[in-house]
């Protein structure tokens, strides 16, 4: 099971620049509720297009953050989404959407 | 790295490179990583190309998956534009095969997201030191020609 957030790897990705990881988790905290509802409304209306392009977003945020456990859930929503195959991404959502409670929380508890 | 190195390190940053992702938080850490670097930015392949138009840059960093125009789609209009403009391709993905198409594409040299300081700037001397010593080659071939 991965860690919440890799922080020996998000040390080498900010270079141990720990006020850029604070406004780094400031910022994703702002902006990911948005990007969690952008998934939600694709899944919704069943727009794989969108699902997949809402999803990558995330990923990408999720993996400069190296938070790869919900990395790993935005990737397989987003791969539901490039192969139109949204049968199960009301479960794998909710699975994402607890992933990032979690990591906000471990934010918070870093200090952003 | 020897002192000598490090004071061709310091003139080779001065050159410019445009990074192109459509995440924003890789233009933040990158900026912030690579202080001493001329970085111009760019968040699709199409901004990519309208700078490209306007600006002398040789050299390219750029995701793989943008929405619109992506980073593949990018390299092959770049080389077919300009083939000496150096393209690295940052991918997110683990498949070898993947990694192998890009350079069939035509890229430069391709890295892993979340691309790492120390590999960036490993991948962006490479590459500078390389256009440098073309340059140099193509000088002395035209002097030489100009001479005989």
Redesign the interface.
């Known amino acids: 099971m991965d860690k919440i957030v890799d922080e020996t790897?998000l040390n080498?990705?900010?270079?141990n620049?720990i006020e850029?990881i604070k406004?780094?988790f400031n910022?994703?905290i702002i902006e990911y509720p948005q990007m969690l509802s952008d998934i939600k409304k694709a899944i919704k209306s069943q727009d794989a297009s969108h699902l997949d392009?809402s999803a990558?977003?995330l990923?990408?945020?999720l993996?400069?953050?190296?938070a790869k456990a919900a990395a790993e859930i935005a990737y397989q929503l987003e791969y539901m989404g490039k192969n139109e195959s949204l049968d199960k991404s009301q479960d794998i959502y909710i699975k994402l959407e607890i992933e990032c409670q979690k990591l906000q929380a471990f934010m918070e508890a870093y200090g952003a | 790295m020897t002192t000598d190195s490090k004071g061709s390190q310091n003139n080779i940053s001065k050159i410019p490179f445009l990074f192109v992702?459509?995440?924003?938080?890789?233009h933040?850490?990158i900026k912030?990583?690579l202080k001493d670097w001329n970085i111009t930015s760019a968040f699709s392949g199409q901004e990519a190309m309208e700078i490209l138009e306007t600006n002398p840059i040789q050299l390219v960093v750029t995701?793989i998956?943008m929405?619109g125009m992506d980073g593949i789609e990018l390299l092959q209009q770049i080389k077919k534009k300009n083939p000496i403009i150096q393209v690295i391709i940052v991918s997110?993905s683990e498949d070898i095969a993947d990694l192998i198409s890009t350079l069939e594409a035509g890229a430069n040299d391709f890295l892993l997201?979340?691309?790492?300081?120390n590999e960036l700037e490993d991948a962006l001397l490479n590459t500078v030191s390389k256009i440098k010593r073309w340059k140099k080659t193509m000088k002395e071939i035209f002097i030489n020609k100009r001479n005989n």
């Open positions: 790897e080498e990705i900010m270079d620049d850029l406004e780094c910022d994703f392009t990558h977003k990923k990408g945020s993996k400069y953050l190296a | 992702d459509d995440e924003p938080l890789a933040k850490v912030k990583n995701d998956g929405p997110g997201k979340p691309l790492k300081k």
